[in-house]
């Protein structure tokens, strides 16, 4: 079966930095995707890797292994605005986009 | 604001309701998708149309019925829903067929459906 597993929850502090995880077991890969999401609104894209190593855009960062079939999106200078669930998600061989669950993070003063 | 639009909001409906979910994007793009989100669970993809045509239908239960009558809308006509299907309703868009980031889907804000 297809499976993207991170974490349920995670809680950080507001100026801090915070790595969300995320492993994939797909048949096929052809790209990993990171969406945000505030509570009551709609997912919008983060970041997008097909080729492994670092992505970097602004204090958002997205990271790609497909050999250990994990990605990690890392976000610095962490503000309260940034409290949202972040959703992975894998483009397998079939073009269709197999999500994780989310990961809800919260940011504390 | 992404480009894609979702009406109603909210929806409250009984067992025995008959009612639709309208989606518009208007971004020109090729693919329209149904998902169904609910709590700690991962994005159900429910329906997908590629160019109007109904490519995937994932199990779903046939008191949910899809229409796109051109691609810039779709529907998702609802009846005899159970108190399971109480959920988020998002539709999505993207543009199919190109280089890899034409496989970014562009979200609307959602229906939360309730049903009593």
């Known amino acids: 079966g297809q499976n993207i597993d991170q974490p349920t929850e995670m809680t950080a502090t507001e100026g801090a930095i915070v790595q969300i995880n995320c492993t994939y077991q797909?048949?096929?890969?052809?790209?990993l995707f990171w969406y945000q999401q505030h509570a009551g609104e709609a997912p919008t894209f983060l970041s997008y890797?097909?080729l492994d190593g670092l992505e970097e855009k602004g204090r958002f960062s997205s990271f790609l292994s497909r050999s250990k079939g994990y990605s990690y999106l890392l976000l610095k200078e962490l503000q309260m605005k940034d409290s949202a669930s972040y959703l992975c998600?894998?483009?397998?061989?079939?073009?269709?986009?197999?999500w994780g669950a989310g990961t809800k993070l919260i940011i504390k003063p | 604001e992404t480009g894609v639009t979702q009406t109603p909001r909210h929806l409250v409906m009984g067992m025995t309701n008959k009612k639709s979910l309208k989606c518009e994007q208007h971004?020109?793009?090729?693919?329209m998708y149904w998902y169904k989100q609910s709590a700690k669970k991962p994005l159900e993809l429910m329906f997908v149309?590629?160019?109007?045509?109904?490519?995937e239908n994932n199990s779903v239960p046939s008191r949910f019925s899809p229409e796109c009558p051109n691609s810039s809308h779709l529907f998702l006509h609802l009846h005899t829903l159970q108190p399971e299907d109480s959920a988020l309703y998002l539709c999505?868009?993207?543009?199919?067929?190109?280089?890899?980031?034409?496989?970014?889907?562009?979200f609307g804000p959602g229906t939360r459906l309730t049903v009593t």
């Open positions: 999505a868009s993207s543009q199919e067929g190109g280089e890899d980031r034409g496989h970014e889907q562009y």
């Open positions: 971004l020109g793009h090729n693919a």
């Open positions: 149309y590629n160019f109007k045509e109904q490519t």
């Open positions: 797909t048949s096929g890969f052809n790209g």
């Open positions: 890797n097909v």
């Open positions: 998600a894998v483009l397998d061989s079939n073009y269709q986009l197999i």
